[in-house]
């Protein structure tokens, strides 16, 4: 089992900054993607920013130039640096964490519970 604890839920000013953190612990195997989503009052939940199994990185284009995810060298610690929010940035932030022993065997999926991020205009 994993555990993912995020940290840095906030209510900021339009145009503010905010960083949200996700530690993960627990059976983490060498292939892993890291990363966060967001669900919006009714809306469907959806990618943010991600580093992949291969360690590159995916941002979703409405975040693209504002938001920066970075993690540690253990992979085990991912940051999302958001900058120039907006109030359309308002959701819930959720950890994401998918790992797996092999590429034969299919990904496990863990999810944080979520921190507020609010951006009043």
């Known amino acids: 089992q994993v555990q993912l604890v995020e940290s840095g839920c906030g209510l900021v000013q339009a145009g503010g900054s905010l960083r949200v953190s996700c530690v993960a612990s627990?059976?983490?195997?060498?292939?892993?993607?890291m990363g966060w989503y967001r669900q919006a009052p009714w809306k469907q939940r959806e990618l943010v920013a991600s580093f992949t199994e291969g360690g590159s990185t995916n941002y979703a284009d409405s975040v693209k130039g504002r938001f920066t995810i970075s993690r540690n060298n253990a992979k085990t610690t991912v940051y999302l640096q958001m900058n120039s929010l907006k109030p359309e940035d308002t959701a819930v932030y959720y950890c994401?964490?998918?790992?797996?022993?092999?590429?034969?065997?299919?990904?496990?999926?863990?999810w944080g519970e979520g921190t507020q991020v609010t951006v009043s205009s």
């Open positions: 627990g059976r983490i195997f060498s292939i892993s993607t």
């Open positions: 994401h964490l998918g790992t797996r022993a092999s590429s034969w065997v299919a990904m496990e999926n863990y």
